[in-house]
């Protein structure tokens, strides 16, 4: 079936695989059916906060249920997201918002003061869904005004790194990701059963391929939080039990992974797709890898 915006296909998805795991976390996991009415009474929230389509909405996004959901809601609404890095200095924080003008900021914990005063200055407001009472009177059923949305509508907003000294923001339309999709799901042969493993954090754009790839196919994302990517064996361990099927990192984790001699013929058994892109991998190094796991996965450059 063709789509013409991200939140019919969602809402699609989310039917199809209701009962279905979407998020593996170590003490927890999400239903397809969890997260699309989570993600449909914080669209009904944002709703009410006055966000339109177009509006842009920021989110100190850290892997929990809850930051995913606020993607989704602001894609049912037509409005435009942007994960923003929550340890930015304070004046690259102030040239993001500055930037791109959000009419919210959500947080998927709580807020630091920095952020808060930063925000205060430039008169926006924070909202913190670590606890998400406030969103309890809100419906949970899907939203008949996303089907207005068009595919030329901005889904989300990635910051570059700001290697000039000024992030820039690259708009991403709904169009572009539904492309993306066609081409990410057919090329990896994406099923059900897949998991991905997550390491890249919600504002890098290497994030995009997990999100989407995996949320938009019947897939599980297993969100992999910053304490645990700088924890090498609790790394190793949560891949590993969790039985992810595809990693995409840039290079230099992958190396870095080898350095520190975590990988070996008894990790990473269950992944059959290393992919990996963003800057070059030394040809020794890719040998290391492939002698390992060539055997059972394919390594795939982006």
Not at 17 to 38: A, P, Q
Not at 70 to 94: F, H, Q, W
Not at 268 to 282: A, C, H, K, L, Y
């Amino acid at each position: 079936m063709a789509y013409f915006n991200l939140a019919q296909y969602f809402y699609d998805i989310a039917d199809n695989y209701k009962k279905e795991i979407v998020l593996r976390y170590e003490d927890e996991t999400i239903t397809y059916e969890e997260l699309n009415g989570l993600s449909n009474k914080i669209a009904n929230y944002l709703l009410s906060k006055g966000i339109k389509p177009y509006d842009v909405v920021g989110i100190f996004n850290t892997k929990e249920a809850v930051g995913y959901a606020t993607m989704i809601a602001c894609l049912k609404i037509g409005a435009t997201y942007t994960n923003i890095d929550e340890e930015n200095p304070s004046v690259r924080l102030e040239k993001i918002l500055h930037t791109c003008k959000p009419k919210l900021l959500i947080s998927d914990h709580t807020s630091s003061n920095m952020i808060k005063e930063v925000a205060n200055s430039l008169r926006i407001d924070v909202v913190d869904f670590s606890n998400s009472d406030e969103l309890k009177s809100f419906s949970d059923k899907n939203l008949e005004t996303s089907t207005q949305i068009i595919g030329s509508t901005p889904a989300y907003i990635m910051f570059t790194s700001g290697s000039t000294g000024t992030p820039k923001g690259v708009t991403i339309s709904h169009s572009n990701v539904l492309s993306f999709l066609g081409w990410s799901i057919d090329r990896y042969e994406v099923t059900s059963k897949d998991r991905f493993a997550q390491v890249s954090p919600m504002y890098f754009d290497n994030s995009v391929f997990d999100f989407y790839t995996a949320l938009f196919s019947g897939a599980s994302l297993v969100p992999i939080k910053k304490d645990t990517t700088t924890n090498l064996p609790e790394l190793i361990k949560l891949v590993d039990n969790m039985q992810c099927t595809i990693w995409f990192s840039v290079p230099s984790f992958l190396v870095y992974l080898q350095t520190m001699r975590v990988l070996n013929d008894k990790t990473f058994q269950s992944i059959r797709v290393f992919t990996f892109g963003g800057e070059g991998f030394p040809k020794t190094e890719l040998k290391k890898l492939y002698s390992l796991y060539g055997h059972q996965a394919k390594l795939v450059n982006v």
